[in-house]
């Protein structure tokens, strides 16, 4: 071990006790399950199921759900296999809880303290560990590394800053990295960055361009379809602080249903009393004569991109966070427009642009321009959306290449199974 990861381990051990009292603390703000702060510290809350197990593991919203990919490939391959999943944060936690398949585990990943890491894993005892994007836990790995648990890292993303941090303990960094036997990058930029820290890369695997539509209620879709009035529909999705506004601005007068769908529905509200629109979490359903309606639940964007003729994805106008995943619509054939700010999937946007399934927008008064045109040509909506269909649906084919790749890391089936 290098002194960093040994200072690390020591430094960890010793704040350690804190850990209930700011969970607790956490929890009091609403940023922790108060009903499930044990897992947070090691101490499962369900039984472990007999047989081989495999962890999967993403820290946020668009990590976690990004593995769901990887559970409905896993479970067509290996059947036999638990799926225990593992996230950080209480919005993917609801999320998942509609997501997951029935069998699937999810439970919330301990702090990153040796005695809560060894909790957890002689629990849970994973024959393999999967973990998505950037989760480098030091003491959760080196245990799970020493119990025998192998260990991939999949869609691996590392940002310049990142990797700059690491080049000040590069011993640190490679011994980290080799303790992964597979490490898939999710493109070229990390790629590069993650061979410099001394990272054996594979091949290319960005899992949020994978995955299936996103599920939704056919009867409650039939009654919102009435309830448009026969408008056409304006959906923007993953909105940001300052875009419900922007939106709003450029699809008055157009005729249109505009559904803002916020990326933190907590802000529902004041979304809500900022443009006297009804909100969906009340019960309230858009009638003949509103032009507005909040979509401030979870769970329900399966629903509401089936429901679109076009989508604006949220956090990409000025002042945006670097935009959201394009996909999701995507995949349901429906056009995409987005703002300037696509850091965050610029190499899917610009697949996307070039193939003309995806418009930008520079503001307010051009994203009005670009939805009266697309509102006013059905024909090149449908262009659009088959356009994106097709783009969708071959970003899925890495997906069984890399299911290939973690196979021989996977434990044998047993006879039962085999046969």
């Known amino acids: 071990m290098t002194l960093p990861l040994a200072l690390y381990g020591l430094a960890t051990g010793l704040v350690e006790p804190l850990a209930p009292g700011l969970l607790h603390r956490r929890a009091a703000a609403g940023r922790e399950d108060p009903d499930r702060l044990g897992e947070r510290l090691g101490r499962a809350s369900r039984p472990r199921p007999a047989g081989p197990l495999v962890w999967l593991h993403g820290v946020s919203v668009g990590e976690s759900l990004?593995?769901?990919?990887?559970?409905?490939?896993?479970?067509?391959?290996r059947?036999?296999?638990?799926?225990?999943?593992?996230?950080?944060?209480?919005?993917?936690?609801?999320?998942?809880?509609?997501?997951?398949?029935?069998?699937?585990?999810?439970?919330?990943?301990?702090?990153d303290g040796p005695r809560a890491a060894l909790r957890f894993l002689d629990h849970w005892r994973p024959d393999i560990g999967v973990f998505a994007e950037s989760e480098l836990w030091p003491n959760l790995l080196q245990s799970a590394r020493r119990r025998g648990t192998r260990l991939a890292l999949v869609s691996a993303r590392i940002t310049e800053g990142t990797a700059r941090t690491w080049r000040r303990a590069p011993a640190s960094a490679r011994r980290l990295l080799g303790l992964f036997d597979l490490i898939l990058p999710q493109d070229q930029a990390s790629a590069a960055r993650l061979a410099e820290l001394g990272a054996a890369c594979g091949r290319e695997l960005n899992l949020k361009r994978a995955g299936s539509p996103?599920?939704?209620?056919?009867?409650?879709?039939?009654?919102?379809?009435?309830?448009?009035?026969?408008?056409?529909?304006?959906?923007?999705?993953?909105?940001?602080?300052?875009?419900?506004?922007?939106?709003?601005?450029?699809?008055?007068?157009?005729?249109?249903?505009?559904?803002l769908a916020p990326r933190h529905p907590d802000r529902g509200g004041e979304i809500a009393a900022a443009l006297s629109a009804p909100r969906r979490t009340l019960g309230q359903s858009p009638g003949p004569h509103d032009p507005i309606w909040?979509?401030?639940?979870?769970?329900?964007?399966?629903?509401?991109?089936?429901?679109?003729?076009?989508?604006?994805?949220?956090?990409?106008?000025?002042?945006?966070?670097?935009?959201?995943?394009?996909?999701?619509?995507?995949?349901?054939?429906?056009?995409?427009?987005?703002?300037?700010?696509?850091?965050?999937?610029?190499?899917?946007?610009?697949?996307?642009?070039?193939?003309?399934?995806?418009?930008?927008?520079?503001?307010g008064p051009d994203l009005r321009r670009k939805l009266a045109g697309l509102l006013g040509q059905p024909a090149l909506r449908r262009r659009m959306g088959e356009a994106a269909l097709g783009y969708a649906a071959r970003q899925g084919e890495s997906l069984s290449a890399a299911l290939d790749d973690l196979a021989p890391l996977l434990p044998p089936p047993s006879e039962k199974s085999a046969a």
């Open 294 to 363: 909040i979509a401030d639940t979870l769970g329900e964007m399966g629903l509401l991109f089936r429901l679109a003729d076009v989508v604006v994805m949220g956090g990409s106008f000025p002042g945006g966070i670097g935009g959201h995943n394009p996909l999701e619509p995507a995949r349901l054939g429906v056009p995409v427009l987005t703002g300037p700010d696509i850091a965050n999937s610029a190499d899917v946007y610009d697949e996307m642009l070039d193939e003309a399934c995806a418009l930008t927008a520079r503001d």
């Open 79 to 111: 059947p036999d296999l638990t799926l225990l999943i593992t996230s950080g944060t209480r919005t993917s936690a609801d999320l998942l809880a509609r997501r997951l398949p029935e069998g699937v585990v999810h439970q919330y990943v301990p702090v």
């Open 66 to 77: 990004s593995l769901l990919a990887l559970v409905e490939g896993l479970r067509a391959r």
């Open 214 to 259: 996103l599920p939704f209620d056919p009867a409650e879709l039939g009654r919102l379809r009435g309830l448009a009035g026969g408008r056409p529909v304006i959906l923007a999705a993953s909105t940001h602080p300052g875009e419900e506004a922007l939106v709003a601005g450029a699809a008055q007068g157009l005729g249109a249903l505009l559904i």
